[in-house]
């Protein structure tokens, strides 16, 4: 399927207005999502790896947290590997899940082990095979880890495509696949903490703050909005005049 010259122009548009917000230095490093924060610290593919893990169905910032205190016992898949999972619970509490994501990491770190000498491979397909690691986590070892271009999306970056109205899908695997056939290749590696910061910033997923968006010429979610509508009865009381 052949991208829109209007959609091209749409993804420019918003690339470029979110990397002046964002990223103006256009270096990942800068980041303030928790991957990017370890990356510019460590540049550890295993450190992205594992807080990817600890990141799943939790806020960034408890992600921050629980992966600061693992880390400051646990560097290496070895010591991992070897870790009491009473004692990972302990240091990873403040994200959700911290029992069966304990549970999780030390098994992760025993087959980078067992197949790969305690190296982090660096293509989808082995990174896929790894347990408990799904498409999200595979892409974002591969782009905060080794700087490879993919697109992971999880739920802001999922919420974000929809409602600008470059997808139109119903699940996150969904819409990654979409934006890597219409997204020039040349913007996926900013594309996931681009739409992360800017959906916790103003496209939240309650209370958004559509006024202060540049966008809502062309949002798909603007028009349904209370500002919408307000704009839209001025208009008309204007016109009426």
């Given at each position: 399927m052949t991208t829109s010259a209007s959609t091209r122009k749409r993804i420019g548009i918003i690339v470029r207005d979110l990397s002046r917000r964002y990223l103006p230095e256009g270096d990942l490093h800068a980041g303030e999502t928790a991957l990017a924060k370890i990356v510019a610290e460590t540049e550890d593919p295993f450190k992205v790896l594992i807080s990817t893990i600890l990141s799943q169905r939790t806020r960034d910032e408890m992600t921050e947290i629980a992966s600061r205190q693992l880390f400051s016992k646990y560097?290496?898949?070895?010591?991992?590997?070897?870790?009491?999972?009473?004692?990972?619970?302990?240091?990873?509490?403040?994200?959700?899940?911290?029992?069966?994501?304990?549970?999780?990491?030390?098994?992760?770190?025993?087959?980078?082990?067992?197949?790969?000498?305690?190296?982090?491979?660096?293509?989808?397909?082995?990174?896929?095979?790894?347990?408990?690691?799904g498409p999200k986590t595979a892409n974002c070892v591969l782009v905060y880890g080794f700087g490879v271009p993919r697109i992971p999306t999880d739920t802001h970056v999922h919420r974000v495509s929809n409602r600008l109205g470059l997808v139109r899908t119903k699940t996150p695997e969904a819409t990654e696949r979409r934006l890597m056939r219409i997204v020039p290749k040349e913007y996926w590696l900013h594309i996931n903490e681009l739409f992360i910061r800017f959906g916790k910033d103003l496209c939240r997923p309650i209370g958004p703050r559509c006024p202060q968006c540049s966008f809502t010429s062309f949002c798909r979610f603007y028009p349904r909005t209370k500002w919408s509508r307000d704009a839209r009865r001025r208009r008309d009381k204007t016109a009426r005049r």
């Open positions: 560097e290496t898949p070895a010591e991992l590997a070897a870790a009491d999972a009473g004692d990972v619970e302990r240091l990873i509490k403040p994200v959700g899940f911290y029992r069966q994501k304990a549970r999780q990491i030390v098994s992760v770190s025993r087959t980078l082990l067992d197949r790969y000498q305690g190296t982090v491979p660096r293509t989808y397909e082995e990174l896929i095979e790894l347990p408990q690691v």
